[in-house]
């Protein structure tokens, strides 16, 4: 097109000189026929230069509406990209409070599950003490010996040399049934610890409920409720945006105590505290390991829901 445009003028120019020529008078010369055929050729020439101009204008105009025309319509995609993408992260945000609020309605499941729980093993064990009070009772009294003794003389009859080794056995003995029962007498009691580790912890009472689960740590490791107080650990520094301690608490449920009923929860909230320190690709991990190690739990769930969310394709295996 610009080729046309440069060349035009030219073309106009040399038809231009071919008129004045064939118009300007021949000195002694008649108008020969070739003159006028000449004539006739730039007339024609120069109308099929108009026509070309006319239809290079028109077509022209044509392509300049169809380049408005898509300019257009790229804008308003883009303004149609714009505010749909815009939904998206709104709906993101609403999906990951939603996650976050229905985590908490679990949890809050899960703990009156745990309350239950205890209440049951104190009612077992009242249980259990009473069947004990019982049998004691429905037991006969010991026959008197006529020494006054209610238990039969030791046989061989030498009672002091039997109770000289005896004595210092039971001497060493005793010291470590003090030592047991004292360590039992300083334990805190498991369950009502627990629970008031529980009502600190919804109280936001953070720094008691620590102290709290520390307690039951240091003295029931190998009780599932362990278990719960190191989760909670990583619940109050979670709450206290300290991710990283969080992080840490987590991993020592799913190192310690991979069986225990908080691990699945862990490992979720491992996910969000990494998501908080904008370490997406670990976070994903997490929550793909959670889904594979516990497919049926409520947490696999969230965590199906959370990659959704952020547009993560769920392996299938």
Sequence with gaps: MRTFQTIRPRILAVALAAALFAFAPAAGMAESKDMIALQSQVSQLIDMVQRLQSTVDSRLGVIQNLVEQSTDNVNRLSAAMDTLQQKIAAQNE???????????????????????????????????????????????????????????????GNGAAMNGPASGNGNGAGDASAAAANAAAAAPPLDDTYQSAIRDFDGAHYQAATSEFQEILQYYPQDDKAGGAQFYLGEIAYRQQDYDNAIKAYNVVLESFPHSSRAPAAQLHKAYALLKLNQRNAAIHELRSLIERHPASPEAMQA??????????????
């Design 94 to 156: 609403s999906l990951g409070g939603k996650v976050d609020s229905e985590s908490g309605q679990v949890q809050s499941v899960s703990d009156s599950i745990d309350e239950v729980k205890s209440r049951l093993d104190k009612l077992q064990n009242t249980l259990q003490s009473l069947q004990t009070q019982l049998q004691n009772l429905q037991q006969p009294a010991p026959q008197m010996t006529p020494g006054g003794s209610g238990a039969p003389p030791a046989p061989g």
């Design 304 to 317: 199906r829901s959370r990659l959704n969310g952020m547009g993560v394709r769920i392996a299938m295996r």
